[in-house]
């Protein structure tokens, strides 16, 4: 399903409709962060910049 609003900000650099989604982990399989809410011409260094992990 293709975004409505402000469409052009969810198309990849492969011209498909995307969001980036963002996971990080500590040790083996436990999960302390995920994100899913940038829009797929989001690039993968401001989304770094932009979490909450430190």
């Given at each position: 399903m293709d975004p409505s609003?402000?469409?052009d900000i969810y198309v990849n650099r492969k011209g498909s409709h995307s969001i980036n989604v963002q996971r990080a982990?500590?040790?083996l399989?436990?999960?302390i962060d995920v994100v899913a809410k940038w829009?797929?011409?989001s690039h993968d260094s401001r989304i770094?910049?932009?979490c909450g992990i430190r």
């Open positions: 609003l402000e469409e982990f500590y040790a399989d436990n999960v829009p797929g011409s770094s910049q932009n």
